[in-house]
């Protein structure tokens, strides 16, 4: 029988027989989800699936045909096909101009589904590529990508969308070298202040002195050495984005007066009577929990709750493992054009550091060893742990896919086959580690022990 891979959404009310064809397509390399019903497999099923849907007809409660509807009213990109009785073959051909990818009558050779399923899984396969192309493509022409994969990325980028064009103050939690300011661009980028400035101050940065006329401004003589006006940075940021990052620490004196900016909307600069209204948007943010008071100090509360409008959190690069590798790929690329160097390949020693080190520094230490390693320099900078390809070179998506899908084979082998146990390992959603089993062409099956393989399929997420 010829190998095909993909993940399979098999639904039949007739348990013998789902639990036979499911041996049958594990065998033949695919991923199978073995459901008794159709209810089941919406639960299952959305536009994300990366997989086709094979069905029964006949069923208690929703047929499948009526599954049919459901899931093309879903994703009518999505192939489903339909196993049918004798008498069912005028609704089956009825079904396949209405959109069915194929049926199969009763009995069938197992070569058949087999075939069928590996040519709905390409189709598929197609499908969702051309989708994530669109995608990268409309992240890459933003210039600077929130890259990721992770849930909370992926909800973080919807949040972005939706609220970019909202006039509403915005506080972004996260830990040093989460992209805190990536946050606070794409949500100035993508909204209709585009146009006007994004103005960043690190409010950590700058001297207690200094900061208040850097934020307000001044006239001239509003103090000694004052001898020119001085448009600070709030009233510069009017009609754009005011990004204040490390809020937290910024003076209290100073929490104040910027209270009463977010209040009014106006601000009065240094040795001046003239009140100024100003169009603003503020993107403030923090590395620590605001709202928690042993961690707020002497920041104010009631500013922190102007602030808090909408919060995003930024989740640090250990809950999102599954994103490194993409992330890694991205920024050895980048690094490799700006120090004019071929693309290195990662080995052994480059790779377990990825997979095994903590990044306290987060997505901003990731982009600096990327940086080393396109320089040629190992984990500990003494080593040299990259090899340059022989040439031609493979491209740089393929190098990261092959460090992608070994990063999936040690979790399964480590897990004995474990899908659920290999998911929480990688930290990656579950339809998106099925989409990788796919594209890679990894068999679950081929790391479990013979006499566990079916119990484990009735396991998986």
Not at 26 to 49: C, N, P, Q, R
Not at 344 to 371: I, K, T, Y
Not at 418 to 424: E, K, M
């Amino acid at each position: 029988m010829t190998q095909g891979s993909g993940l399979v959404a098999l639904v039949d009310d007739d348990a013998d027989l789902l639990h036979a064809t499911t041996q049958l397509l594990e065998l033949a390399g695919f991923t199978v989800i073995a459901l008794d019903a159709a209810e089941a497999a919406l639960g299952v099923v959305d536009t994300d699936f990366d997989g086709v849907v094979v069905s029964d007809i006949r069923m208690p409660g929703m047929n499948g045909l009526q599954l049919f509807d459901r899931v093309k009213a879903v994703d009518p990109d999505l192939p489903v096909i339909l196993v049918t009785g004798h008498g069912d073959v005028d609704l089956a051909v009825a079904a396949l101009k209405d959109g069915v990818y194929d049926f199969i009558p009763k009995p069938y050779a197992g070569e058949r589904l087999v075939e069928a399923l590996k040519r709905a899984s390409e189709k598929r396969r197609l499908v969702m590529e051309n989708r994530r192309l669109r995608e990268a493509a409309a992240l890459a022409a933003d210039g600077m990508p929130l890259i990721g994969e992770a849930p909370a990325i992926r909800r973080l980028r919807e949040t972005l969308r939706q609220i970019a064009d909202m006039d509403v103050d915005v506080l972004v939690e996260g830990e040093t070298g989460t992209g805190k300011e990536v946050v606070a661009d794409l949500l100035h980028r993508w909204g209709r202040r585009r146009a006007k400035p994004f103005v960043a101050l690190n409010c950590g940065a700058l001297p207690e002195t200094v900061i208040e006329s850097e934020l307000f401004g001044h006239e001239a003589g509003a103090f000694t050495g004052a001898q020119r006006r001085r448009i600070g940075r709030i009233e510069h940021s009017s009609g754009g984005t005011l990004f204040l990052d490390e809020i937290e620490s910024m003076p209290p004196a100073l929490q104040v007066k910027l209270l009463r900016v977010l209040e009014t909307r106006s601000l009065t600069p240094l040795g001046s009577n003239e009140t100024r209204r100003l169009d603003l948007r503020v993107v403030a943010a923090t590395k620590v929990d605001l709202g928690r008071p042993d961690q707020r100090g002497d920041f104010r509360e009631d500013l922190y709750f102007r602030l808090n409008v909408v919060t995003l959190r930024i989740p640090p690069l250990r809950e999102r493992r599954g994103d490194i590798a993409m992330l890694f790929g991205h920024f050895l690329g980048k690094a490799a054009e700006r120090f004019g160097r071929p693309v290195a390949r990662v080995n052994a020693a480059v790779s377990h550091h990825l997979q095994a080190h903590g990044w306290p520094g987060n997505v901003r230490e990731l982009a600096h060893f990327a940086d080393r390693v396109a320089l040629g320099l190992g984990p500990d900078d003494e080593t040299r742990a990259v090899a340059r390809l022989p040439e031609p070179a493979a491209a740089l998506p393929e190098r990261v896919g092959q460090y992608e899908a070994q990063l999936i084979r040690d979790a399964l082998r480590d897990h004995g086959g474990d899908v659920r146990g290999a998911i929480d390992a990688l930290g990656v959603p579950r339809k998106t580690f099925y989409d990788k089993l796919k594209r890679y062409g990894i068999a679950a099956s081929d790391f479990r022990p013979l006499d566990a393989s079916n119990r484990a399929i009735r396991k998986e997420p």
